[in-house]
C-alpha cells in the first residue's frame, strides 16, 4: 500500500470510525495505526486486516516512535 492510495482516505478504524495512518515500522511490516487508541492493524499481502481483534496495543515508545513517522 502506498501513502498516496485512495484507499487509506476511506479506511476507518473498527473501534473508532476514525482514520487510519500508514506507517512502516523499521522492524515490522507496514500496517495502519489509530493514534488516538494506540492500536496498530496489520497489513497481509496488501490486505488492511480491520477486524478489532486484529488490532494490537502498542506500547509508550513504540507510540513515540510511530506518531514520528507521521509526523510531514
Known sequence: M???????QILACPLDKGPLHLVVPKDASEALYNPRLRRRY???????????????????????????????
Open 2 to 8: 502506498k501513502p498516496d492510495d485512495p484507499l487509506l
Open 42 to 72: 496489520p497489513i497481509v499481502d496488501g490486505i488492511p486486516q480491520l477486524l478489532p481483534a486484529s488490532g494490537e496495543q502498542v506500547c509508550d515508545d513504540e507510540h513515540e516512535e510511530l506518531l514520528k513517522q507521521m509526523a510531514p
